[in-house]
């Protein structure tokens, strides 16, 4: 069968048609359940996308006859490949191949690698051989020691194809009873297989049925033979019939069933007298017997074949469904059970295992109600509950008794995965460190351990991964660490478990790079046995998303493509190559990637949620915002394929934010918390919406229920900050201290973080008049962490001193690095600081110093003009100050300095001439931009030069008694007070005014400028 028809469509040099053709086929090949059938369209793909890459490396003028030159020289080995596998008999046989692996080219150290390519490539398109043969290749050649230097040239799922296929307990074809025309044998063996997809794969439609049946006739025209090619026939003839007797709307009679099925089996019979010893003629004949409820013979005929070959699962689970029609429940489940536990994830065997369950289970409710006193009839029923997803009644069972002796062992275990499986975890995690403790204490007999108690004693590792498993969803992934470390290291039944589970807490710890060499050594140990890769699949998964958050792009889609290559079905890599897309602003990629995993599943919540995260990146918030609330309002999470449900909750509670959709936005926080109260993060938003709708109380408990569910440093911060909007200093002190007590060191931004909460509680300190505990927090920590790592901390420190009354240490500490540091922000903002600090304090050398420096370094900052400005009025340089404000007016229209400059003006001049009317109505601000006490500040002072002192008192007093500004360090508002005293002073209201500059001096702290003031007002009275 040639590519294009594996791919159906015609031939074409289209890579999107191509691609387009592959994915519509991998709608119906699953690779779990056909990794043949996966292989083939994997490499039929392949070949198409090469073709078209030949194609395009040719120049346009050269034709078909020409291009031949460009393909690989044929050479003696390829032609001695190609005759062995055109030779069918020898083909098939390991000898034969032995035989040419003995050729110098395959045994040269020269020639060896150069052959084995060869050979490999040979194989991408002639690989219709038995498993030993692949068995004898991979040994021979130690494929799976050279994989990683074969990946170099060959796509990394074809060389897992080899190993998987040299693993395989049996064959998928029987090779050796193939006879006739040779010419034609892979065409027989890919349209046998063919019909054997369709048959386990197609829904059994009258279209599939009637088209499978045409696939059997283009089998029968083939000009070869073989007992399976008739014994298919029979098989889905078989199939057909049973079909038809469930038809709800025509069955067939069982009269006429039955007579079909006779005349099956004899031809059933026929074949098996010329191939007695067949596995698969034996098997479709105890199903005939079974279909014509002959179950002796049928459990007879099954059973024979397990004992040649234990491992035909065809067999076993025919003769479990033997035993459920006989009645014999329990065999059937003990047989169900076993294919459970050797094809984990299977859902055949676990629906056929639940039908036999349902019925044990109504037996054993009757023998628990006749026998309450036997614990192990109700181990066994809670057992069958828990198997069938039925786990609250498994809990009800459980609850009846108290286990003794052994009985703990099966009991904690069982128990504890109810409860886990309802998400219990509190509970389930006791009965697991029980359970641990219970196989810790397995003592041997005399003569060592029993078969009884290595079984026990082999559980020890997946005690531990289901105990880290509980610690994981307790986000206490420290602790999941320390137990996932016995099951990655042992090798054990259920280690895949263990290993993924290793992957996803290592992910949450953020140790990235771990988890990435985790994921690495996963890749290096695959077990191609089981042909279904969940562990390769989710190496790859992890390994991407590891790659994201490192911000390695490229290696991250590498990653997520090789995970969709695996299985195709799984919403996670197409999530990861998503966000790369989206990060790297490529939304057309992003939107084609959703498109491509909508093929398979059109009505995806996952790519609805990620389609809102691309337009709200696209500035598109009102159509993300409908698009959500679609999938949340429709969301049912039985049947999503959402990976995060809260994830979607707080993208559209974060939306109705943006959107000043206050009471939405609380309304779903709330919803998150009623699904996950142990989600720390939706307290934190839900303090800040409530902050946002000035609900303080709200606000306080929301942080301290973030603080309940997981003690952090940021959460406390939080807190703190909020008693300090409220001027209680002394829980927003005991807040920040709790911060700093817990504050991590692991990273420069964690010590960025936390010198950051150092200066809030200097702040606190300082609004708490213990202004010199601040200044020595500061100084140590200046000198702990340095500049570099907070330039913030010498700032705070300099202003700290100067209220202490230390203002030479302040002059020292802000001179040295103004003058001489390296951070050119840093040292322009010790010069502004400065150059006020010394016009405060009447140095007025020192302020023009620093104003000519700042200038020099920022001659375009708007703040250093108008903080000199505010020193020049202080220290009586009107005509100076009138200058400076001027230049701050021109520099930045959009902050509103004209007050200041009003007050220079008529303190200079004695009065606002008419040719600065124009200030007048620029310096008004207006009501709606009044947000902050220092807007009432500059309005007051603009009223006061104009003498409206009645307005200007009304703002002033807004000022001092509204909420401080959020980074203010003062206790009370200390420029709006030193605005009352001046107020008080021209209305010649002294007694005022004196209280107006205490509290500005209470407020402040040490001013040499406030003091002054009220030491002349005491002084003139």
Same mark, same amino acid.
């Given at each position: 069968?040639?590519?294009?028809?594996?791919?159906?469509?015609?031939?074409?040099?289209?890579?999107?048609?191509?691609?387009?053709?592959?994915?519509?086929?991998?709608?119906?090949?699953?690779?779990?359940?056909?990794?043949?059938?996966?292989?083939?369209?994997?490499?039929?793909?392949?070949?198409?996308?090469?073709?078209?890459?030949?194609?395009?490396?040719?120049?346009?003028?050269?034709?078909?006859?020409?291009?031949?030159?460009?393909?690989?020289?044929?050479?003696?080995?390829?032609?001695?490949?190609?005759?062995?596998?055109?030779?069918?008999?020898?083909?098939?046989?390991?000898?034969?191949?032995?035989?040419?692996?003995?050729?110098?080219?395959?045994?040269?150290?020269?020639?060896?690698?150069?052959?084995?390519?060869?050979?490999?490539?040979?194989?991408?398109?002639?690989?219709?051989?038995?498993?030993?043969?692949?068995?004898?290749?991979?040994?021979?050649?130690?494929?799976?020691?050279?994989?990683?230097?074969?990946?170099?040239?060959?796509?990394?799922?074809?060389?897992?194809?080899?190993?998987?296929?040299?693993?395989?307990?049996?064959?998928?074809?029987?090779?050796?009873?193939?006879?006739?025309?040779?010419?034609?044998?892979?065409?027989?063996?890919?349209?046998?297989?063919?019909?054997?997809?369709?048959?386990?794969?197609?829904?059994?439609?009258?279209?599939?049925?009637?088209?499978?049946?045409?696939?059997?006739?283009?089998?029968?025209?083939?000009?070869?033979?073989?007992?399976?090619?008739?014994?298919?026939?029979?098989?889905?003839?078989?199939?057909?019939?049973?079909?038809?007797?469930?038809?709800?709307?025509?069955?067939?009679?069982?009269?006429?069933?039955?007579?079909?099925?006779?005349?099956?089996?004899?031809?059933?019979?026929?074949?098996?007298?010329?191939?007695?010893?067949?596995?698969?003629?034996?098997?479709?004949?105890?199903?005939?017997?079974?279909?014509?409820?002959?179950?002796?013979?049928?459990?007879?005929?099954?059973?024979?074949?397990?004992?040649?070959?234990?491992?035909?699962?065809?067999?076993?689970?025919?003769?479990?469904?033997?035993?459920?029609?006989?009645?014999?429940?329990?065999?059937?489940?003990?047989?169900?059970?076993?294919?459970?536990?050797?094809?984990?994830?299977?859902?055949?065997?676990?629906?056929?295992?639940?039908?036999?369950?349902?019925?044990?289970?109504?037996?054993?409710?009757?023998?628990?109600?006749?026998?309450?006193?036997?614990?192990?009839?109700?181990?066994?029923?809670?057992?069958?509950?828990?198997?069938?997803?039925?786990?609250?009644?498994?809990?009800?069972?459980?609850?009846?008794?108290?286990?003794?002796?052994?009985?703990?062992?099966?009991?904690?275990?069982?128990?504890?995965?109810?409860?886990?499986?309802?998400?219990?975890?509190?509970?389930?995690?006791?009965?697991?460190?029980?359970?641990?403790?219970?196989?810790?204490?397995?003592?041997?007999?005399?003569?060592?351990?029993?078969?009884?108690?290595?079984?026990?004693?082999?559980?020890?590792?997946?005690?531990?991964?289901?105990?880290?498993?509980?610690?994981?969803?307790?986000?206490?992934?420290?602790?999941?660490?320390?137990?996932?470390?016995?099951?990655?290291?042992?090798?054990?039944?259920?280690?895949?478990?263990?290993?993924?589970?290793?992957?996803?807490?290592?992910?949450?710890?953020?140790?990235?790079?771990?988890?990435?060499?985790?994921?690495?050594?996963?890749?290096?140990?695959?077990?191609?046995?089981?042909?279904?890769?969940?562990?390769?699949?989710?190496?790859?998964?992890?390994?991407?998303?590891?790659?994201?958050?490192?911000?390695?792009?490229?290696?991250?889609?590498?990653?997520?493509?090789?995970?969709?290559?695996?299985?195709?079905?799984?919403?996670?890599?197409?999530?990861?190559?998503?966000?790369?897309?989206?990060?790297?602003?490529?939304?057309?990629?992003?939107?084609?990637?959703?498109?491509?995993?909508?093929?398979?599943?059109?009505?995806?919540?996952?790519?609805?949620?990620?389609?809102?995260?691309?337009?709200?990146?696209?500035?598109?918030?009102?159509?993300?915002?409908?698009?959500?609330?679609?999938?949340?309002?429709?969301?049912?999470?039985?049947?999503?394929?959402?990976?995060?449900?809260?994830?979607?909750?707080?993208?559209?509670?974060?939306?109705?934010?943006?959107?000043?959709?206050?009471?939405?936005?609380?309304?779903?926080?709330?919803?998150?918390?009623?699904?996950?109260?142990?989600?720390?993060?939706?307290?934190?938003?839900?303090?800040?919406?409530?902050?946002?709708?000035?609900?303080?109380?709200?606000?306080?408990?929301?942080?301290?229920?973030?603080?309940?569910?997981?003690?952090?440093?940021?959460?406390?911060?939080?807190?703190?900050?909020?008693?300090?909007?409220?001027?209680?200093?002394?829980?927003?002190?005991?807040?920040?201290?709790?911060?700093?007590?817990?504050?991590?060191?692991?990273?420069?931004?964690?010590?960025?973080?936390?010198?950051?909460?150092?200066?809030?509680?200097?702040?606190?300190?300082?609004?708490?008049?213990?202004?010199?505990?601040?200044?020595?927090?500061?100084?140590?920590?200046?000198?702990?962490?340095?500049?570099?790592?907070?330039?913030?901390?010498?700032?705070?420190?300099?202003?700290?001193?100067?209220?202490?009354?230390?203002?030479?240490?302040?002059?020292?500490?802000?001179?040295?690095?103004?003058?001489?540091?390296?951070?050119?922000?840093?040292?322009?903002?010790?010069?502004?600081?400065?150059?006020?600090?010394?016009?405060?304090?009447?140095?007025?050398?020192?302020?023009?110093?620093?104003?000519?420096?700042?200038?020099?370094?920022?001659?375009?900052?708007?703040?250093? $003009?108008? +903080?000199?400005? =505010?020193?020049?009025?202080?220290? @009586?340089? %009107? *005509?100076? !100050?009138?200058?400076?404000? &001027?230049? #701050?007016?021109?520099?930045?229209?959009?902050?509103?300095?004209?007050?200041?400059?009003?007050?220079?003006?008529?303190?200079?001049?004695?009065?606002?001439?008419?040719?600065?009317?124009?200030?007048?109505?620029?310096?008004?601000?207006?009501?709606?931009?009044?947000?902050?006490?220092?807007? $009432?500040? +500059?309005?007051? =002072?603009?009223?006061?030069?104009? @003498?409206? %002192? *009645?307005? !200007?008192?009304?703002?002033? &007093?807004? #000022?001092?008694?509204?909420?401080?500004?959020?980074?203010?360090?003062?206790?009370?508002?200390?420029?709006?007070?030193?605005?009352?005293?001046?107020?008080?002073?021209?209305?010649?209201?002294?007694?005022?005014?004196?209280?107006?500059?205490?509290?500005?001096?209470?407020?402040?702290?040490?001013?040499?400028?406030?003091?002054?003031?009220?030491?002349?007002?005491?002084?003139?009275?």
């Amino acid at each position: 069968m040639n590519i294009w028809t594996i791919l159906g469509i015609g031939q074409t040099d289209d890579k999107g048609a191509i691609k387009q053709a592959y994915r519509e086929r991998l709608k119906s090949v699953n690779p779990e359940e056909d990794a043949d059938g996966f292989m083939e369209l994997r490499n039929a793909y392949e070949e198409a996308i090469a073709s078209c890459e030949r194609q395009e490396a040719l120049p346009e003028d050269m034709d078909d006859e020409a291009s031949e030159g460009l393909q690989p020289p044929r050479t003696e080995l390829t032609d001695k490949l190609e005759q062995l596998y055109n030779d069918y008999p020898n083909r098939i046989r390991v000898d034969a191949w032995r035989e040419l692996f003995r050729e110098d080219a395959f045994v040269s150290l020269d020639t060896e690698a150069e052959a084995l390519e060869e050979l490999l490539v040979f194989m991408m398109g002639h690989y219709r051989m038995p498993d030993a043969v692949f068995r004898e290749i991979v040994d021979r050649f130690d494929i799976a020691l050279r994989k990683e230097d074969l990946l170099v040239k060959f796509p990394e799922d074809y060389i897992s194809y080899i190993l998987g296929v040299a693993a395989r307990k049996q064959d998928g074809f029987a090779y050796e009873y193939l006879t006739g025309d040779y010419t034609y044998a892979d065409d027989y063996i890919e349209q046998y297989m063919k019909i054997e997809r369709m048959d386990k794969q197609d829904e059994p439609t009258p279209e599939n049925r009637t088209a499978l049946h045409k696939e059997l006739e283009r089998l029968k025209q083939l000009p070869l033979t073989h007992p399976h090619g008739d014994v298919l026939e029979i098989y889905v003839q078989m199939r057909d019939t049973h079909l038809q007797e469930k038809d709800v709307e025509q069955p067939l009679p069982r009269a006429e069933a039955e007579a079909v099925y006779e005349a099956l089996l004899s031809r059933i019979n026929a074949n098996l007298e010329r191939y007695p010893k067949d596995e698969m003629t034996q098997f479709i004949k105890s199903e005939m017997l079974y279909r014509l409820e002959r179950y002796e013979e049928a459990k007879q005929t099954a059973e024979e074949i397990l004992a040649e070959n234990p491992d035909y699962e065809d067999a076993q689970y025919c003769l479990g469904d033997i035993y459920y029609a006989m009645g014999d429940l329990e065999k059937a489940k003990d047989i169900f059970e076993e294919l459970m536990h050797n094809n984990y994830g299977d859902m055949a065997y676990l629906t056929r295992l639940q039908q036999v369950n349902e019925a044990i289970i109504e037996k054993w409710k009757q023998d628990v109600a006749e026998h309450p006193e036997d614990h192990q009839k109700k181990l066994d029923l809670a057992w069958c509950y828990y198997q069938n997803q039925r786990e609250p009644e498994a809990l009800e069972v459980f609850d009846t008794f108290e286990p003794e002796g052994d009985e703990i062992f099966f009991y904690c275990n069982a128990k504890g995965r109810c409860y886990l499986a309802t998400g219990q975890t509190e509970k389930a995690l006791p009965l697991f460190l029980k359970w641990k403790k219970a196989i810790e204490d397995i003592q041997p007999e005399e003569g060592g351990y029993t078969e009884e108690q290595n079984k026990r004693r082999k559980r020890y590792p997946y005690a531990h991964t289901l105990i880290a498993s509980c610690y994981y969803n307790l986000k206490e992934y420290e602790k999941a660490k320390e137990y996932i470390q016995l099951p990655v290291e042992t090798e054990h039944e259920e280690q895949i478990t263990g290993l993924i589970l290793n992957l996803r807490i290592l992910y949450e710890l953020q140790e990235y790079g771990n988890c990435m060499k985790a994921c690495d050594e996963m890749l290096e140990h695959i077990d191609y046995e089981s042909m279904v890769y969940e562990d390769e699949y989710w190496a790859h998964c992890y390994r991407a998303k590891c790659c994201y958050m490192l911000d390695y792009l490229q290696e991250c889609i590498y990653s997520a493509e090789k995970a969709i290559r695996i299985y195709p079905y799984g919403v996670e890599p197409y999530i990861q190559e998503i966000l790369t897309f989206q990060q790297a602003e490529q939304y057309e990629d992003a939107e084609h990637v959703m498109t491509q995993y909508r093929e398979f599943r059109p009505e995806s919540d996952a790519m609805d949620y990620y389609e809102a995260l691309n337009l709200r990146a696209q500035e598109k918030p009102e159509e993300a915002l409908k698009l959500l609330e679609k999938v949340e309002a429709n969301y049912k999470a039985d049947e999503s394929d959402l990976p995060n449900y809260e994830d979607l909750l707080l993208e559209l509670a974060d939306l109705y934010d943006e959107a000043n959709r206050n009471e939405d936005s609380i309304a779903i926080y709330n919803k998150v918390v009623s699904i996950n109260p142990k989600n720390p993060d939706v307290f934190g938003y839900l303090g800040y919406m409530y902050r946002k709708v000035h609900e303080t109380e709200l606000a306080i408990k929301a942080y301290e229920d973030q603080i309940k569910v997981r003690p952090h440093a940021a959460y406390y911060t939080n807190l703190g900050f909020i008693y300090w909007e409220r001027r209680d200093y002394g829980n927003a002190l005991e807040n920040f201290e709790q911060a700093l007590a817990i504050a991590p060191e692991r990273s420069d931004r964690d010590i960025q973080r936390k010198t950051e909460v150092i200066r809030f509680k200097t702040r606190v300190l300082l609004c708490l008049n213990r202004i010199t505990e601040g200044c020595q927090i500061l100084m140590d920590a200046i000198q702990k962490y340095g500049d570099d790592m907070d330039p913030q901390l010498r700032i705070e420190a300099g202003l700290a001193l100067t209220r202490a009354d230390r203002y030479p240490e302040a002059e020292q500490l802000l001179e040295s690095y103004a003058k001489e540091g390296t951070d050119e922000n840093l040292r322009f903002d010790c010069a502004s600081l400065l150059m006020e600090l010394a016009g405060e304090e009447d140095d007025t050398l020192m302020m023009d110093q620093m104003y000519q420096l700042g200038i020099k370094l920022k001659p375009d900052n708007t703040s250093i $003009y108008s +903080k000199y400005g =505010r020193v020049l009025i202080m220290s @009586g340089r %009107y *005509a100076e !100050a009138v200058d400076a404000y &001027k230049k #701050a007016v021109n520099l930045n229209k959009t902050i509103n300095y004209y007050g200041e400059l009003l007050e220079a003006l008529y303190l200079r001049d004695g009065e606002i001439k008419s040719e600065y009317a124009e200030y007048l109505s620029k310096a008004v601000i207006p009501e709606e931009d009044r947000k902050a006490p220092r807007d $009432y500040i +500059k309005l007051a =002072r603009y009223c006061r030069v104009i @003498g409206d %002192y *009645a307005d !200007a008192e009304k703002y002033l &007093k807004q #000022a001092v008694t509204m909420k401080l500004c959020s980074s203010c360090g003062y206790h009370g508002c200390e420029e709006g007070y030193y605005e009352l005293g001046i107020l008080y002073e021209v209305m010649g209201e002294r007694e005022k005014a004196i209280e107006a500059y205490e509290k500005a001096i209470e407020a402040h702290g040490h001013c040499y400028v406030y003091e002054k003031r009220l030491q002349d007002l005491l002084k003139n009275s």
